[in-house]
């Protein structure tokens, strides 16, 4: 079977000009012929799709006269759930000849150190990362029209699995793992923020601005998206006829991965594990594994800390990582690309900005781009910017010595909690990511990033302090230049903004040392006196009464 890696391909073509989707349907097989979509419970199945939008109409074939066909709706029988009928579908569907498995990350085509995504492994025999490499061979037996098309017809539906943003792109993902091991929330599917008056009044008019939501998910973060898969292959992994002893997962965690990670192994009735550093995350990511009933350990360090006390606890006793040294958690976080290349009808943008903490979620990013890229279902990648707050910024520090050595540094504390770490697992990724998209790495600072949050929440948002690394960054970029008015530009809202109050109550207050907060928009306290109220009133909305 011919193997391709990612690191092997040609380098993507990025502009700042945006093009549509190549025009491919002269290749075949079509939707028609392809035995992914076929039911074999009914004669004939027809999918017929428009574009923008797919219209699904399923049609069976009529024994009456004149060859006429009869629409019919076909559903499941009532006693059957929809994880039952996926598992019947799946039987009767046969093999798809899809596969992937661990390669050393970037590791040459031909190199011959594999492993299966059923070994428990997290580096590779020189002690490097891991990535997942799928049959790109297999893949490309269908042309970019046919994935475009099966993807857009699963959106929205309920279908399992395929009603799960990540799992949608199941091919992309996990193509060999059973659905009925599946452990989905019908996570992702997120929406994209049209920030039509951030970008009109504060950026220089910008008209095609978007926010990509992750945060609006399961457990308010786009941690969920890697979650899913990663818990599905450990539930494949305990289940028949494997029955790996895994006692549990476990994690090291700024607080989303923790959260993430109890909730789907509280789906899946496997243990969970977490090490969070004492005093550093907010009272809303700490009770998420509580409630979910996860064993949590706080622990006197900081993250860096728990990830070494995590690795140590793992490599001792039978419990699975789930930090994103593992690599699977990319494969399911890589699908927020694809999501956005759907939701703009297959078109690229311009420029997509992403915080960055332990550095996965960038190279996940690239990977969905590129994978999209690879099998033409667009004909070219974004450039890509990851944003670090300037408290915990070591990319940024390496990006600006000209990618010299790497040196980790001691995360200072930073409103941007879930990103304060100063030894990041995945910066190798990082760089490839960012080198291959011809990327950008910027900094905020504290004030910076808050007062970005805050001025985004004037316009309708409500986002989260790692945005307004984002967005600060996106800021520095305008007044440099660097990003044009008419780019199409994305800013990825990590989590979402509840989870992270106490920063915005500290801002609103003006109780925070040495910042001006000059978006403040604290409570008025008003006598109960109507003259008093309407004093207020006229001062505030600038209107004179009585006139």
């Given at each position: 079977m011919a193997i391709i890696s990612h690191a092997a391909v040609s380098s993507p073509v990025f502009s700042s000009s945006r093009s549509h989707r190549q025009d491919d349907a002269r290749r075949v097989p079509t939707l028609k012929a392809s035995p992914l979509l076929r039911n074999p419970n009914v004669p004939f199945l027809v999918l017929r799709h428009r574009r923008r939008g797919v219209g699904i109409s399923c049609s069976a074939s009529s024994s009456g006269s004149g060859g006429n066909q009869q629409k019919v709706k076909i559903r499941?029988?009532?006693?059957?759930?929809?994880?039952?009928?996926a598992h019947r579908r799946d039987e009767a569907s046969g093999s798809h000849g899809f596969s992937a498995c661990y390669v050393p990350f970037n590791a040459p085509a031909d190199s011959t150190e594999t492993y299966s995504l059923d070994d428990v492994v997290y580096r590779s025999r020189s002690g490097g990362l891991l990535d997942v490499r799928h049959d790109f061979a297999a893949l490309k037996r269908f042309p970019g029209s046919y994935w475009r098309d099966l993807f857009d017809s699963r959106v929205g539906r309920t279908t399992w699995p395929y009603g799960s943003g990540v799992w949608s792109k199941k091919e992309f993902v996990l193509p060999e793992i059973d659905p009925d091991?599946?452990?989905?929330?019908?996570?992702?599917?997120?929406?994209?923020?049209?920030?039509k008056r951030l970008g009109h009044d504060h950026l220089g008019g910008m008209p095609d601005l978007w926010v990509k939501h992750c945060g609006i998910s399961h457990t308010g973060s786009f941690k969920d998206l890697g979650m899913t898969v990663?818990?599905?292959?450990?539930?494949?992994?305990?289940r028949a006829p494997l029955n790996r002893p895994i006692a549990g997962v476990g994690c090291a965690s700024t607080g989303d991965t923790s959260a993430a990670l109890s909730a789907y192994c509280a789906a899946a009735r496997i243990p969970s594990i977490v090490f969070?550093?004492?005093d550093r995350i907010s009272l809303a990511q700490l009770v998420q594994p509580i409630a979910n009933g996860a064993t949590?350990?706080?622990?006197?360090?900081?993250?860096?800390?728990?990830?070494?006390?995590?690795?140590?606890?793992?490599?001792?006793?039978?419990?699975?990582?789930?930090?994103?040294?593992?690599?699977?958690?990319l494969e399911g976080q890589k699908t927020a690309a694809?999501?956005?290349?759907?939701?703009?009808?297959?078109?690229?943008?311009?420029w997509v900005i992403v915080p960055g903490g332990n550095l996965g979620n960038i190279y996940a990013f690239y990977k969905g781009f590129e994978m999209c890229r690879e099998l033409e279902l667009v004909d070219r990648v974004p450039r890509l910017v990851c944003a670090q707050a300037a408290n915990a910024n070591p990319l940024y520090r390496h990006y600006k010595s000209g990618w010299s050595d790497f040196n980790?540094?001691?995360?200072?504390?930073?409103?941007?909690?879930?990103?304060?770490?100063?030894?990041?697992?995945?910066?190798?990724?990082?760089?490839?990511?960012?080198?291959?998209?011809?990327?950008?790495?910027e900094?905020?600072?504290?004030?910076?990033?808050?007062?970005?949050?805050?001025?985004?929440?004037?316009?309708?948002?409500?986002?989260?302090?790692h945005t307004g690394v984002a967005l600060a960054a996106l800021f520095k970029l305008r007044e440099k230049g660097v990003i044009e008015t008419n780019d199409r530009t994305i800013v990825v809202s990590t989590a979402h903004g509840l989870k992270f109050a106490q920063s915005k109550v500290d801002y609103h207050s003006k109780e925070i040392s040495d910042m001006a907060c000059q978006y403040s928009n604290p409570p008025v306290n008003v006598k109960a006196n109507f003259g008093s109220v309407m004093d207020v009133l006229k001062e505030k909305l600038d209107v004179k009464v009585g006139l």
């Open positions: 499941r029988p009532a006693d059957e759930n929809i994880r039952e009928e091991h599946i452990v989905s929330l019908f996570e992702g599917n997120s929406n994209l923020f049209w920030a990663l818990v599905s292959q450990v539930n494949r992994l305990r969070l550093p004492a949590v350990l706080s622990i006197d360090t900081d993250f860096d800390g728990c990830m070494r006390l995590i690795r140590e606890v793992t490599a001792e006793l039978p419990i699975y990582l789930a930090n994103s040294l593992n690599s699977l958690r694809i999501e956005i290349l759907q939701q703009f009808d297959w078109e690229v943008p311009d980790p540094i001691i995360a200072a504390d930073t409103f941007a909690s879930a990103i304060q770490i100063g030894d990041p697992v995945s910066i190798d990724r990082a760089v490839f990511a960012l080198q291959a998209t011809d990327g950008i790495v900094e905020a600072t504290e004030e910076e990033l808050m007062d970005a949050m805050s001025l985004a929440d004037r316009t309708g948002m409500f986002a989260c302090p």
